[in-house]
């Protein structure tokens, strides 16, 4: 019995050896990970392309991605100018760039009990798996409705461990007019911020922002001077919106150029133009910018969805349309005194993202006209 009992003694000493030293290496390579998450914030306005981008970032499996968390401080200081804004904006960003759910209590109705009190939190496929939820698996297509159905009423600290096991968290975000308050993000030892700066033909921006009836309370923010509420009255025009909107992407280009070789390999322009006609080429560079691989199969998603017209309910996004027909829809459908007044305001944007002006009408119908010239897409 004696040679058994110290076989047996043996097995189960090896086997606590065996745990000990499996569970010491998945925290090792646990601390790894945490030491090398990349953080990335894509910078755009509204109408822009941004949720497009978002979500090329979001189906890689490396990606916790979420969805306009800015929005959640305009709807609870609504009174407030931008500029003000931008703080509040950046704390939450710190919080959730290091997976920190906590400020989201302070936002969220109901305090922020589950993941579904989150807005848009289904635009996120890290939150319709696992380990936030079980419905999805990132190897599978992504599925809207089956998230919303099964993924809702999963506590908000949920959230957080999702956010761990992912080495790349990236926030969208159209709230930003001003790069200068997120500085502190930059200098921040416990980050690695790469912001990438996506902007578009204020003309096609401008179009699309007169179609798009919902933006009345954001414009009152855009071109708000100071906190008075009585503000709120007035509705701005796209002319002054976009005045507002030009004015401050190129103020976030030029804060960027300043800086110089603080932000080298930090910052990214590039323009909706670009990855809606080349979108292979823009995506690879913008995800080797970031430390992300395009494999196979998000090339062929890419491909698929920037050139064809399909209704698509469950996937990427809710639509897909060739994007070459997007890039020039303002040429056929926006009225031609609006150009002229956008041109006017946004002159300067146009020359430092390389955007041509047309003069007459003629010239605005013809597409053999490019007004897209060649720039550098990043610095």
Same mark, same amino acid.
């Given at each position: 019995?004696? /040679?058994?009992?110290?076989?047996?003694?043996?097995?189960?000493?090896? !086997?606590?050896?065996?745990? $000990?030293?499996?569970?010491?290496?998945? %925290?090792?390579?646990?601390?790894?990970?945490?030491?090398?998450?990349? =953080?990335?914030?894509?910078?755009?306005?509204?109408? $822009?392309?941004?949720?497009?981008?978002?979500?090329?970032?979001? &189906? =890689?499996?490396?990606?916790?991605?979420?969805?306009?968390?800015?929005?959640?401080?305009?709807? %609870?200081?609504?009174?407030?100018?931008?500029?003000? !804004?931008?703080? /509040?904006?950046?704390?939450?960003?710190?919080?959730?760039?290091?997976?920190?759910? $906590?400020?989201?209590?302070?936002?969220?109705?109901?305090?922020?009990?589950?993941?579904?009190?989150?807005?848009?939190?289904?635009?996120?496929?890290?939150?319709? $798996?696992?380990?936030?939820?079980?419905?999805? *698996?990132? *190897?599978?297509?992504?599925?809207?409705?089956?998230?919303?159905?099964?993924?809702?009423?999963? /506590?908000?600290?949920?959230?957080?461990?999702?956010? @761990?096991?992912?080495? &790349?968290?990236?926030?969208?975000?159209?709230?930003?007019?001003?790069?200068?308050?997120?500085?502190?993000?930059?200098?921040?030892?416990n980050l690695d911020l790469r912001i990438i700066h996506l902007v578009r033909d204020p003309r096609a921006v401008a179009l699309s922002r007169l179609r798009f009836k919902h933006l009345n309370d954001e414009d009152l923010i855009v071109v708000r001077e100071n906190e008075e509420p009585q503000n709120k009255k007035s509705k701005p025009s796209v002319t002054q919106v976009m005045?507002?909107?030009? @004015?401050?992407?190129?103020?976030? *280009?030029?804060?960027?150029?300043?800086?110089?070789?603080?932000?080298?390999? %930090?910052y990214m322009m590039i323009r909706h133009e670009d990855l809606a006609t080349e979108p292979l080429t823009v995506v690879d560079k913008v995800y080797k910018f970031t430390g992300l691989s395009l494999n196979k199969d998000l090339q062929k998603l890419v491909y698929n969805i920037t050139h064809r017209h399909t209704q698509v309910q469950r996937g990427f996004m809710n639509f897909?349309?060739?994007?070459?027909?997007?890039? &020039?829809?303002?040429?056929?459908?926006?009225? &031609?005194?609006?150009?002229? @007044?956008?041109?006017?305001?946004?002159?300067?944007?146009?020359?430092?993202?390389?955007?041509?002006?047309?003069?007459? !009408?003629? @010239?605005?119908?013809?597409?053999? !006209?490019?007004?897209?010239?060649?720039?550098?897409?990043?610095?």
């Amino acid at each position: 019995m004696a /040679p058994r009992l110290s076989l047996f003694r043996f097995i189960i000493v090896s !086997l606590l050896i065996f745990f $000990s030293v499996w569970i010491l290496k998945d %925290k090792i390579d646990f601390e790894d990970q945490e030491g090398k998450r990349t =953080h990335v914030l894509i910078l755009s306005s509204w109408r $822009s392309g941004s949720s497009f981008l978002g979500q090329i970032f979001n &189906h =890689h499996p490396n990606v916790f991605y979420i969805y306009e968390p800015a929005r959640m401080v305009w709807v %609870k200081f609504p009174n407030l100018k931008a500029s003000v !804004l931008h703080y /509040p904006i950046r704390d939450l960003f710190r919080s959730l760039f290091t997976c920190d759910v $906590s400020p989201l209590h302070e936002y969220l109705s109901r305090g922020g009990r589950y993941i579904s009190d989150l807005p848009f939190w289904t635009e996120s496929w890290a939150l319709c $798996s696992q380990p936030a939820c079980k419905a999805l *698996n990132k *190897n599978k297509e992504y599925d809207r409705p089956t998230c919303f159905q099964r993924c809702g009423y999963v /506590p908000l600290k949920k959230m957080e461990e999702s956010c @761990e096991v992912h080495s &790349h968290v990236v926030l969208k975000t159209v709230r930003i007019l001003d790069l200068g308050p997120l500085v502190s993000l930059l200098e921040d030892a416990n980050l690695d911020l790469r912001i990438i700066h996506l902007v578009r033909d204020p003309r096609a921006v401008a179009l699309s922002r007169l179609r798009f009836k919902h933006l009345n309370d954001e414009d009152l923010i855009v071109v708000r001077e100071n906190e008075e509420p009585q503000n709120k009255k007035s509705k701005p025009s796209v002319t002054q919106v976009m005045a507002k909107i030009c @004015e401050a992407q190129v103020a976030i *280009n030029n804060f960027s150029r300043r800086a110089g070789k603080a932000l080298q390999g %930090k910052y990214m322009m590039i323009r909706h133009e670009d990855l809606a006609t080349e979108p292979l080429t823009v995506v690879d560079k913008v995800y080797k910018f970031t430390g992300l691989s395009l494999n196979k199969d998000l090339q062929k998603l890419v491909y698929n969805i920037t050139h064809r017209h399909t209704q698509v309910q469950r996937g990427f996004m809710n639509f897909a349309e060739d994007s070459m027909k997007i890039v &020039h829809k303002w040429r056929k459908d926006l009225n &031609h005194k609006v150009v002229l @007044e956008i041109q006017d305001v946004c002159h300067k944007a146009m020359e430092v993202f390389g955007y041509g002006q047309v003069r007459t !009408l003629k @010239e605005q119908h013809d597409l053999s !006209l490019s007004v897209v010239n060649d720039v550098m897409t990043d610095k």
